[in-house]
């Protein structure tokens, strides 16, 4: 994230660095002058030293030829060494333009040092003739160095006119680059202070725009703000709010509704309630109907019609009874019998029972009216329908800690997608039982009871038959009918 801080930073860097990069610029070429300008002057300055060289030989030799003293000799040779060095520096300054003048002008150098030393050798010796004859000599060239200085220095200034004019040129010209580029600075500063100033209003203006929206009641709208500084992250703490705001609003709209259908809830609580004392009504007398002809029937030596009578009673009262609570699997597979006996009554050949269990496994608890409505189920889609009726096969055996119980039929089977459906409650699978608890419904309390999922799972194919399979622990948490009833 870019902040402000560093926004600015950047712009003052940037400025500097243009700033830099122009007073570097100026001041290399500044210099680039002043070194052209001190090496012309160099020039001219070492050409003078030759014309002072060549005089103070001719001085200092004048006083050897009036005084010839070692002192003076001392001075001579002084002298010819400063004419020396000063000739070097000027043979450096030889060029294209000058290499013959310049060229004549150190030997005559070479000349001077040389008729200087031949008039003091003929002082030596004594020979005055010669000796005057010679600082006449050196005299005569002194003054022709004078002249060729003048010379060499005035066709210097002639070869040389060209450069300061173009100097001059360029000091105008640098002026005037000096105002365009502070016109171009001051652009560039203008479009930079201008970029600087949007990145910061324009994502302050859209944060004030959502907060308008906010302050009309409009909290589905998404907080967008194209910045990527502090003030990102203030839209994006700002959206967070608004989601939270609206997430409390659908909250309380929510809870008000649940609270008016809890009042709408009470009202028919207490009708249900009357009607529930109703309903009981109609099952106790038919419980108490089917008693009496039971024993009616006894008595009239109709045994087998008293006996079915007794299974229909006790399958009526075992629902009326246990269909909220835990039973054993003892239990269950008791009134299982009851029901078969009902289901053989009806379909006489037709049906075929089989059973196969482990007496040790009834002991374990199951939720009452688990085994009835897959038994149930078996008979209304297997049974029924087939001409020839068919067989159901009920099994109870251990694995380990699990008991296992197997309810198959030999029915035409369903698809597996059928079974998905079934096992994820999708469809409703209690149509023409008797009792209406339907197969998810035997799901999802075995889960509630046991606490464990997966615990029914169905085998079958087309044609073949279908195999519902149950598997429960032997032992499980304690669980009250109570919080059973409320799951």
């Not at 000599?137 to 003048?150: D, G, K, Q």
């Not at 365009?180 to 209003?201: G, H, K, P, Q, R």
């Not at 197997?406 to 209690?430: F, H, R, T, V, W």
Request: overall charge negative; some cysteine.
């Amino acid at each position: 994230m870019t902040t402000i801080q560093r926004k600015i930073w950047l712009l003052v860097s940037v400025m500097l660095l243009i700033m830099g990069i122009i007073w570097m610029m100026l001041t290399y070429y500044n210099q680039q002058t002043q070194e052209q300008t001190n090496t012309i002057l160099q020039r001219y300055l070492r050409m003078n030293e030759v014309t002072i060289a060549s005089q103070k030989i001719i001085t200092d030799l004048n006083n050897y030829l009036l005084d010839p003293s070692e002192v003076h000799k001392v001075q001579i040779e002084k002298s010819i060494k400063t004419i020396k060095e000063v000739q070097q520096d000027v043979a450096k300054l030889r060029n294209e333009e000058n290499a013959f003048s310049v060229t004549n002008y150190i030997h005559l150098i070479d000349s001077l040092v040389e008729t200087t030393n031949r008039s003091i050798l003929f002082s030596e010796e004594q020979e005055l003739e010669g000796s005057t004859n010679e600082f006449n000599e050196a005299n005569r060239i002194s003054l022709y160095i004078s002249e060729m200085t003048l010379t060499i220095l005035d066709r210097e200034l002639k070869t040389y006119n060209l450069f300061y004019r173009e100097i001059i040129n360029q000091s105008e010209e640098l002026k005037r680059l000096g105002i365009w580029i502070l016109l171009l600075v001051t652009a560039v500063l203008l479009l930079a202070t201008y970029w600087f100033s949007l990145s910061i209003t324009k994502p302050v203006h859209q944060l004030t725009k959502a907060a308008n929206e906010l302050a009309q009641g409009r909290f589905n709208q998404k907080i967008i703000v194209e910045s990527n500084d502090e003030i990102a992250f203030l839209a994006q703490t700002f959206d967070e709010m608004r989601i939270n705001i609206n997430d409390l609003i659908l909250e309380i709209q929510q809870k008000a509704q649940l609270e008016h259908e809890l009042q709408q809830s009470k009202l028919l609580l207490k009708e249900s309630q009357l009607r529930s004392l109703q309903s009981q009504i109609n099952p106790h007398f038919l419980f108490n109907t089917l008693n009496t002809l039971s024993k009616k029937a006894y008595l009239d030596g109709a045994e087998e019609t008293s006996d079915l009578l007794v299974s229909v009673a006790g399958l009526l009262r075992y629902n009326l009874k246990r269909i909220d609570r835990s039973v054993t699997l003892y239990e269950e597979v008791l009134v299982l019998n009851q029901y078969m006996e009902i289901q053989k009554a009806r379909f006489t050949d037709r049906l075929h029972f089989e059973s196969n269990i482990d007496e040790s496994c009834l002991h374990v608890n199951i939720p009452g009216l688990t085994l009835q409505p897959i038994i149930e189920n078996a008979v209304i889609h297997a049974i029924e329908p087939e001409e020839n009726g068919g067989t159901i096969s009920f099994r109870i055996l251990r694995d380990g800690s699990w008991i296992i119980i197997e309810i198959e039929d030999s029915g035409k089977g369903i698809s597996k997608e059928k079974i998905d459906q079934l096992l994820q409650g999708q469809i409703n699978a209690n149509e023409g039982h008797s009792t209406g608890i339907g197969f998810q419904n035997v799901v999802k309390r075995l889960q509630l009871f046991y606490g464990v999922e997966n615990l029914v799972s169905i085998e079958s194919k087309d044609g073949i038959g279908t195999k519902v399979i149950i598997q429960i622990p032997e032992t499980r948490e304690e669980v009250s009918d109570e919080t059973f009833n409320r799951g």
